[in-house]
């Protein structure tokens, strides 16, 4: 669908912008991962067209303001080493929930936690968000510093079986979340 806004984000060492159908082959590189999607919802990934199938949805079935996947580009390459969405839970009470995944040779370099802080500003500032949650399997508590790191606060420690993945089950989870009125922005850079 179209986007009326310009979606694109720049950070110190990052460029997001929407998906193309061109970024199937290195979206694969991370969704046919275990090492990845282990903790996400989706089945890990067989093919590359499985990949091009999200991406085309995304293309033709997001409806900006309620739901906004971006690729994730090092502006080193160019490259595309991971997404980063936040999609609209309840319109009425203006909350959103974000969530990611980054190529596992990308790890550990800073890259979420310096983006997470100008997806939540957008979130807040261009769809119209007034509560964005972010959740986290107990297994997986590298996510749940990115959150903290992105100046979220932690609101439930435990929540028992939140969510299921497609590969490992039911998951315990923790809670973070961000507020359109006490949240420090981080306005994208403009290139
Ligand atoms: C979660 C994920 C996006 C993190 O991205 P990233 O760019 O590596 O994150 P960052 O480098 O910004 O920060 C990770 C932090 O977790 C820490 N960390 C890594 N592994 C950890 C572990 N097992 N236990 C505790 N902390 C850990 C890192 O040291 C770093 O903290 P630091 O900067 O204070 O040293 C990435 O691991 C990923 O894609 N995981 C698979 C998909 C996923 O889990 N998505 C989130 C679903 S909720």
């Given at each position: 669908m179209k986007k009326p806004i310009n979606m694109n984000i720049v950070t110190p060492r990052i460029i997001l912008r929407p998906f193309i159908l061109e970024d199937a082959p290195f979206m694969f590189k991370w969704t046919n991962d275990v090492r990845v999607t282990?903790?996400?919802?989706?089945?890990?990934?067989?093919?590359v067209a499985e990949s091009m199938r999200i991406i085309s949805s995304w293309i033709e079935k997001d409806t900006f303001p309620q739901i906004c996947n971006w690729a994730i580009l090092k502006r080193?390459?160019?490259?595309v080493i991971g997404s980063i969405g936040i999609g609209t839970t309840s319109v009425i009470d203006e909350r959103g929930e974000v969530g990611y995944a980054l190529r596992f040779d990308e790890w550990n370099k800073g890259y979420m936690s310096e983006i997470l802080p100008y997806v939540l500003t957008f979130g807040f500032d261009n769809?119209?968000?007034?509560r964005i949650e972010a959740t986290h399997s107990l297994l997986n508590p590298a996510s749940g510093k990115v959150m903290k790191k992105a100046?979220?606060?932690?609101?439930?420690?435990l929540m028992r079986h939140y969510y299921k993945s497609?590969?490992?089950?039911f998951h315990d989870s923790a809670m973070y979340v961000a507020f359109s009125d006490t949240y420090n922005r981080y306005p994208s850079e403009i290139l």
């Open positions: 282990q903790y996400l919802r989706f089945n890990t990934h067989k093919s080193e390459d160019l490259e769809m119209n968000l007034h100046h979220m606060s932690k609101e439930c420690p497609s590969q490992t089950g």
